[in-house]
């Protein structure tokens, strides 16, 4: 029960947002301090323009808090629920 009253609150705090295909959820080097949630399409990971990974629907990214809260990668939507 723990884990679910945690994911509720944790939804409390949070706001949809929708992201089209070809778009950077954002990008290497940019500050941030988010949560994210993929609901609908993939999304590619790339660091130092290389691809090392894709999430797809329910994988969950965040950026870690530290003393430079700068982004380690770029997040860019390879599709979205409208644009396979």
Do not use: A
Not at 26 to 40: A, P, V
Not at 42 to 54: A, C, E, K, P, S
């Amino acid at each position: 029960m723990f884990v679910q009253d945690v994911i509720c609150k944790i939804c409390l705090y949070m706001k949809p947002i929708r992201v089209p295909k070809g778009e950077y959820v954002f990008k290497e080097k940019e500050r941030g301090r988010e949560m994210y949630i993929i609901q609908e399409g993939r999304v590619q990971i790339m660091r130092y323009g290389l691809t090392i990974g894709v999430l797809h629907k329910n994988c969950f990214f965040v950026s870690t808090k530290s003393p430079q809260p700068d982004r380690t990668c770029s997040f860019l939507v390879l599709c979205d629920k409208q644009h396979p």
